[in-house]
Nanobody, 126 residues
């Protein structure tokens, strides 16, 4: 059974940076996509960034393009999300999920993911 554990969330001032990590275990295939999503209370889970385990292809949500960078360390089955120039509107709980069917359009929606971590909260405030 695949398990995902997020870490790295916390409080940061506007304009600051933070790096989140997602450690994945129990993988039975090397063909998967890891997605970072975020969710505020009462709202739908929104795509932040995705990365393909095979070739490192990436996708970013419009609100974070140019500010966030997703990367992978396949030797450690870990995916990182580097967040720069953070804004108060980036405040959310951030989740990583696994899409075990390769790069396809479903990676952009939360319903396309089979398993999720517990989430890590990010608060951007002065």
């Amino acid at each position: 059974q695949v398990q995902l554990v997020e870490s790295g969330g916390g409080l940061v001032q506007p304009g600051g940076s933070l790096t989140l990590s997602c450690e994945v275990s129990g993988l039975s295939s090397r063909n998967y996509v890891i997605g970072w999503f975020r969710q505020a209370p009462g709202k739908e889970r929104e795509v932040v960034a995705c990365i393909n385990s095979r070739d490192g292809s990436t996708l970013y949500g419009d609100s974070v393009k140019g500010r966030f960078t997703i990367s992978r360390d396949n030797s450690k089955d870990t995916v990182h999300l580097q967040m720069y120039f953070l804004k108060p509107e980036d405040t959310d709980v951030y989740y990583c999920g696994i899409h075990p069917r390769g790069w396809d359009p479903w990676i952009q929606v939360a319903d396309g993911y089979d398993s999720w971590g517990e989430g890590t909260p990010v608060t951007v405030s002065s």
